[in-house]
């Protein structure tokens, strides 16, 4: 049997899996080389990047398990691997403390201006411009998985009224209003003040928030998007903005990264981009090997797996405590 590492490893992690691996075969392939390598995996821990030919690799039978190194699945879902017996996971929930702590990040620099701040630093003048406020705002996030309960769980110092949506039925935890169904959309949109998308990307969330939900929110409200950019209709938030319905806009993801030279999203007022970096951590490889080690631990035992993913929706239900 052979395991196919796609994630940046160093030795240390390899020799690391190794050792859970026991008589598994352990291989670190380059992103370039996985559309080979994965015709020779059993199994497979990773983030494919480039073209696969999903098709070929599943009819030759032999990949069983597929465990993602990103929370999101879009890369490897097939509609082949869906319609396979390959089981997949998510890495959900391993990176949730970088990515909610980008999204504060992001929330406070658009709420207190930081960008224009800044702009002004360059130019020598000293002017204070108008700030807002996080306290006391209503807060709706838009996908209660592990990255929108982490995001919750840091907001909830700040004394916001939160209301999340979400695929799965689910009790809300004590510092969140309420988690409403994936229908309850336009009422969580009609009511926040600031929106965070912590949505996976499947065909039924692309292009979920286009203009008609961005007109539900209310005037001078903001949006906040760390999940991916396909999820959001880039032109609808740049109008958004450019009317001033929305007073502010921050975004870790685009639709294609880099955004084009000619994207209307360099010049959006308002708006603050960063370059799909919330998840980036200075333990983050440490942390998904741990993760693997744990799951490859469990799949040996067979044992349930950690972040099985329901591959109709695409994407793991809650987790157990």
């Not at 490897?76 to 929930?93: F, L, N, R, T």
């Amino acid at each position: 049997m052979r395991l196919v590492l796609g994630y940046p490893v160093e030795s240390h992690h390899v020799e690391r899996i190794r050792q859970v691996a026991g008589e598994i075969d352990v291989a670190a392939a380059r992103q370039e080389d996985l559309p080979r390598e994965l015709l020779d995996a059993d199994l497979f821990c990773g983030h494919v990047k480039i073209p696969v030919d999903w098709e070929r690799i599943v009819s030759s039978g032999r990949l069983r398990w597929i465990q993602s190194s990103a929370a999101g699945l879009d890369h490897c879902m097939h509609p082949a691997v869906i319609e396979s017996d390959i089981v997949v996971c998510s890495a959900s929930g391993v990176l949730s403390d970088q990515v909610a702590e980008h999204t504060l990040a992001l929330l406070g620099s658009i709420l207190r201006r930081l960008p224009a701040f800044h702009e002004a630093q360059q130019r020598r003048t000293f002017v204070r411009q108008p700030t807002d406020d996080l306290h006391g705002k209503r807060v709706g996030i838009v996908g209660f998985g592990g990255v929108g309960r982490r995001v919750a769980e840091l907001l909830a110092p700040y004394r916001v009224e939160i209301v999340a949506t979400d695929y799965f039925s689910q009790p809300a935890p004590s510092h969140v209003e309420a988690v409403w169904s994936a229908d309850a959309l336009p009422d969580l949109l009609q009511r926040s003040e600031i929106v965070i998308l912590c949505v996976p990307l499947t065909e039924e969330t692309r292009e979920m928030i286009g203009e008609r939900q961005l007109a539900l929110m209310p005037a001078g409200s903001m949006l906040v998007n760390v999940c991916r950019g396909d999820v959001l209709v880039e032109s609808a938030l740049v109008d958004a903005l450019k009317q001033d319905h929305l007073a502010g806009a921050a975004i870790d993801v685009a639709c294609e990264e880099p955004p084009s030279a000619d994207s209307p999203l360099w010049n959006a007022p308002r708006l603050v981009m960063t370059p799909h970096v919330a998840g980036q951590s200075s333990v983050r490889i440490d942390q998904m090997t741990d993760f693997l080690c744990d799951n490859l631990r469990r799949y040996q035992k067979n044992q349930p797996l950690r972040n099985l993913v329901d591959k109709r929706l695409g994407f793991p239900p809650p987790q157990k405590p």
